[in-house]
């Protein structure tokens, strides 16, 4: 509940803060919009996480504090951020036990509640807004946090066109945007960033995009995913989101030798969430991933599989 993670915030002095692996906008955002409040409240903090950042989000606020290696000396609790299971966190999992509390902040509905501390709220928009409730109790915002949480916020509602961009979203940002936030230079700096190899690259992969002969489902396949510094991963879904009628949309990305990488995306009907889990995976009912073992081939084939007669089945929902 949100009054417990106040209570922990105001009963102790030194905290960690940490995110998912695969860096991404709510991540970042949510850990430095909390960075920010902790620092105004005068706490000790320290930010750690397993992937290094992606230089796309060189614009945000404290963004070199953040480490990728444990900190030295105890620090009280570990404040974990946008991750639906401890494991998210990559090797930071290890260092989790030192804490005397964990504290689960986190809006995934497959969310195991790992934490001493949990406040899982599978209707916020993204980890940036729940943190945004937090900053509203403790009456702190300013122009570092707004920028931060702005950014969480507008990178998990698809800049505001997916299911999740809720009224109360639009509050929170309406309030954040009155710290002189300019959404434009966001946009620009999230989403133009690509060289003219990286849009040949994106076009070779859609011209082998695959569609199910039910035309609801719609799939690409990477074998080799070039080292371009972020991830490709939304700006795909974005554009086979323009497919008229299609449902449901997959990547497969082999990770490793027998290891690949499956993002799940729902337009309206579908929930993602429940295929991920079948996998192994989960997420939220629109959008959703997991990893599985085997061939690129053989997870193909399962998967889709499994999507056809799911959607053909009853639970829709
Ligand atoms: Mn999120």
Not at 75 to 95: E, I, M, N, P, Q
Not at 126 to 152: D, H, P, Q, W
Not at 266 to 287: E, L, P, Q, T, W
Request: net charge positive; charged share 25%.
């Amino acid at each position: 509940m949100l009054k417990d993670v106040i209570k922990v915030i105001k009963d102790h002095r030194s905290f960690v803060i940490t995110a998912h692996i695969n860096l991404e906008g709510d991540a970042l955002g949510s850990e430095l919009g909390m960075y920010g409040l902790l620092r105004k409240l005068e706490k000790r903090i320290y930010i750690y996480n397993y992937d290094r950042t992606p230089n796309i989000y060189d614009f945000l606020p404290y963004i070199k504090v953040i480490k990728n290696e444990p900190p030295k000396g105890k620090f009280d609790v570990a404040l974990v951020l946008d991750c639906s299971d401890s494991s998210r966190t990559g090797g930071v999992k290890d260092y989790l036990g030192r804490t005397k509390y964990i504290v689960n902040i986190d809006h995934h509905i497959s969310n195991t509640l790992f934490g001493d501390v949990n406040w899982v709220d599978p209707k916020a928009s993204s980890a940036s807004e729940m943190v945004f409730r937090i900053c509203r109790e403790f009456k702190i915002i300013n122009r570092n946090i707004a920028l931060a949480l702005y950014t969480g916020i507008f990178t998990d509602t698809g800049n505001f066109t997916y299911a999740n961009a809720t009224s109360n979203v639009h509050k929170a940002v309406a309030h954040l945007m009155k710290y002189g936030i300019k959404p434009a230079k966001i946009y620009e700096s999230l989403h133009s960033c690509l060289y003219a190899k990286d849009i040949r690259f994106i076009g070779k992969l859609l011209s082998s995009l695959r569609i199910d002969y039910t035309n609801k489902i719609c799939w690409v396949v990477i074998r080799k995913w070039p080292d371009m510094g972020f991830d490709l991963t939304e700006i795909i879904f974005s554009v086979m989101k323009l497919l008229k009628d299609m449902e449901v949309f997959v990547l497969f990305k082999k990770v490793e030798y027998k290891k690949v990488r499956v993002n799940f995306r729902s337009r309206a009907k579908v929930d993602v969430n429940r295929i991920a889990k079948f996998f192994g995976g989960g997420g939220h009912k629109r959008a959703s991933g997991t990893t599985v073992d085997g061939t690129l081939q053989q997870t193909e084939k399962k998967v889709i599989s499994f999507i056809r007669r799911y959607t053909n089945g009853r639970n829709k929902r």
